[in-house]
């Protein structure tokens, strides 16, 4: 590749990023290529804009082809990447992009984008393990927050017979342990505060190389700094094999006491059926386990509603197991048939059917979320500060919990007392005395 000539061109590029932290790593990436190559753009001054896109619902993936339809009558180029291209292969040439960049393509984008400038039409879609940790050098992170996300591995070893997400990311391939560590560790230097390791199932992690998360956890909490680590999704059927190993690393101060357990359903029957690989028991223990052991966790699950074969007894056992366990984060999605899995050959249901449990779960889940956060009320807690938002500063409790408050700093510590609380976050009011923080924070503050 001629660099040269692509540094004369400098075209304007934007990047847009739909999904989850995978993506949002991945764009890191696509941003650090752009900035050393071209030129990062917002929407109305770019040329080409890339479109970072998520496929695990039908939903989604009409809303990212509308904005594709709104991007190419604005007269700009278009490539899409992320996990869509693969999910929708079958529809590859029908698609009305300028190129096609999947995960383990990203360090071809700017062959692609050259193509794209010579008027080429460019499919990047060759499957490849791409070790995306060889690649840390050249992330470009947004600095409007003191989060880092970090991917540990592309890919996982499940069967899930509804997700289309393993046709983009494929097989489990975790990245090298080392340089995960090393990636951390300058995140940290960089005054990054909190540490997001993600991928498709960071339980996952090793089972291809012979290493495993308890032990990336426990190389990671030897770098030095005051930091935070939040640990992604991890299935419970990988977890429950290290699980000893997990609570144990838990136990470091570095590591934010959150749990992201996906549960899918509380009846076994839908389990098998989808494929999961676990039982409800299992999900149980994992959860009973970390909370013997971590009483303030922060517990989130998923519910997959409206499985092919749900009936309303087997859509109770997941409502009971809900009311059970009391989780503070429970994320709802009805059920969407894509294309290539087995679920979709099975018989569906009707929308309102889905609509309608979805209603009764999510009314149960912001009734639990405020009673669990009614608990928090009157007390004083540390919190770590790392980005601002609509409502105030986002700060988060050692266990991962949101506690907005008025006026702060990026990436510092603070000791709050929570004076208020909706089922979704929790209102701290700064206790530091003698800053001056402090004296600005009570005469501004307002309760809402």
């Not at 080429?120 to 393990?129: F, S």
């Not at 969407?336 to 979805?358: C, V």
Request: net charge positive.
């Amino acid at each position: 590749m001629d660099n040269s000539k692509i540094k004369e061109i400098k075209p304007r590029i934007h990047i847009e990023t739909y999904g989850c932290t995978s993506n949002q790593a991945d764009s890191d990436i696509m941003r650090g290529l752009v900035k050393r190559y071209f030129t990062l753009s917002d929407f109305e001054n770019c040329d080409i804009a890339i479109i970072n896109s998520c496929g695990v619902i039908e939903h989604t993936e009409r809303k990212i082809l509308r904005r594709i339809s709104e991007i190419r009558d604005r007269g700009k180029k278009v490539v899409l990447a992320g996990c869509l291209p693969r999910i929708t292969e079958h529809k590859e040439k029908k698609l009305n992009v300028d190129a096609i960049l999947t995960p383990d393509n990203l360090g071809t984008l700017p062959e692609i984008i050259k193509g794209i400038l010579k008027g080429e039409r460019e499919v990047a879609n060759k499957r490849r393990k791409l070790d995306k940790s060889e690649l840390r050098c050249l992330k470009e992170r947004l600095k409007d927050n003191r989060i880092a996300i970090v991917s540990i591995s592309e890919g996982c070893v499940g069967k899930c017979s509804y997700c289309a997400t393993r046709f983009a990311r494929g097989r489990l391939f975790s990245f090298k342990m080392e340089n995960i560590v090393d990636e951390v560790k300058r995140a940290v230097e960089d005054d990054f505060k909190e540490i997001q390791l993600t991928s498709q199932d960071t339980a996952a992690y090793g089972l291809d190389n012979g290493r495993n998360l308890a032990e990336l956890l426990e190389e990671v909490s030897k770098i030095e700094g005051d930091f935070r680590v939040r640990v992604g999704m991890m299935n419970p059927n990988n977890a429950i094999r290290i699980l000893d190993e997990l609570i144990e690393v838990f136990k470091s101060e570095k590591i934010y006491k959150f749990l992201h357990l996906p549960v899918q359903s509380g009846d076994d029957d839908i389990l098998r059926k989808m494929n999961r690989e676990y039982t409800v028991d299992e999900f149980l223990e994992i959860v009973n386990r970390f909370r013997r052991e971590f009483p303030d966790l922060t517990l989130s699950t998923d519910i997959i509603v409206g499985f092919p074969g749900e009936d309303e007894e087997s859509f109770e056992l997941s409502y009971r197991l809900v009311e059970k366990i009391k989780p503070d984060i429970v994320n709802i999605t009805r059920f969407s048939a894509r294309s290539g899995t087995p679920a979709a050959k099975l018989k569906d249901m009707p929308d309102w059917i889905k609509k309608e449990r979805s209603r009764k779960l999510t009314e149960l889940s912001k009734r639990i979320g405020e009673e669990n956060n009614s608990n928090y009320v009157g007390k004083e807690y540390k919190v770590l500060v790392t980005k601002k938002g609509k409502k105030g500063f986002l700060s988060r409790m050692d266990s991962y919990r949101p506690v907005i408050i008025d006026e702060a700093n990026l990436g510092r510590f603070y000791e709050v007392r929570i004076v208020d609380c909706t089922f979704n976050y929790l209102r701290g009011l700064v206790q530091k005395k003698g800053s001056e923080l402090q004296k600005s924070t009570l005469s501004s503050m307002t309760i809402v």
